[in-house]
């Protein structure tokens, strides 16, 4: 009777119960919002030091419309890269978001990461990076700004852990540089990535392609890289999507996918 009893009253705790916001869907071919405006629904902080889950001061936040990345409760940096991961991977898909880079970098960060952020793509999931790992295995395009002076372009591209194809020859040195031009200061900048798993990634700025390679995969000397390959396999098809915090305060006022067809 007990046992009874317990499982009719599950279905009414159940309702009870605040109701989950619905997953979005995808349709290909058509544009699909992944940050709501309201809040972090559908992300997931990991920074390290920290377990997967907690959002250290946070870090990551939404005010006014945008995910804000600050960093407020940190006396000084210390290393503490992390990162928000959207809770679902990706393989044929165009991504584009709106992002600018505001005020001053925290004490303690590193100077190459003044006005320094990035997307992470076919990255690992990150219930299998170690609590102090800096960055997920992961093929990022490296976001940056200018000071307002100097050249510094942006939708470069970084290889934690990885490899890619370009110009035709295996690319092994951890950044390289795009053709974008330079965007100042604190100005919103549309960045764009098209992305057909494992054949080929595109970055584009407003329109133009400023860097495409191919064949993005793991980098077997790289420890991280190595406890993710199975059975030799090293093309990445797909992985998940993450923005970055990395000691320079950011905005990303809209983050959108579009899934594409494989053919």
């Known amino acids: 009777m007990i046992r009874l009893s317990l499982l009719c009253l599950l279905p009414i705790l159940f309702l009870s119960a605040p109701a989950a916001a619905a997953a979005p869907e995808f349709p290909t071919g058509q544009w699909v919002p992944l940050f709501n405006g309201k809040d972090l629904t559908g992300w997931i902080p990991k920074i390290r030091g920290y377990p997967l889950g ?9 005010a006014d419309g945008m995910i804000q990345v600050r960093y407020d ?17 990706f393989s044929h898909y165009r991504l584009r978001v709106e992002y600018r880079f505001t005020g001053e970098q925290t004490p303690g960060g590193p100077r190459w990461a ?35 002076t100097h050249e510094r372009t942006t939708c470069n ?24 031009k330079t965007y100042h200061l ?12 494992s054949r080929r990634i595109r970055h584009l700025i407003d329109g133009q392609v400023v860097l495409e390679y191919t064949d993005p995969q793991l980098d077997p000397r790289d420890p991280d890289a190595r406890r993710l390959i199975s059975d030799d396999h090293l093309l990445l098809e797909s992985g998940t999507i993450s923005l970055q915090s990395e000691s320079h305060p950011c905005d990303f006022r809209r983050v959108e996918l579009m899934v594409l067809d494989p053919d």
């Open 73 to 89: 409760a940190y006396d000084t940096f210390q290393d503490r890269f992390g990162h928000l991961f959207y809770e679902r991977p």
């Open 54 to 62: 907690e959002n250290f001061g946070s870090t990551f936040r939404v």
């Open 157 to 180: 591209l970084c290889t934690p852990g990885t490899n890619v194809v370009l110009n035709g020859r295996l690319f092994r040195p951890h950044c390289t540089r795009s053709s974008s």
């Open 114 to 148: 003044i006005r320094n952020s990035g997307l992470m793509l076919h990255g690992q999931d990150p219930a299998t990076m170690t609590r102090d790992q800096k960055f997920p295995v992961s093929i990022e395009v490296q976001l940056l700004g200018g000071d307002g």
């Open 186 to 197: 604190d100005r919103w900048v549309t960045a764009e990535v098209e992305v057909r798993g």
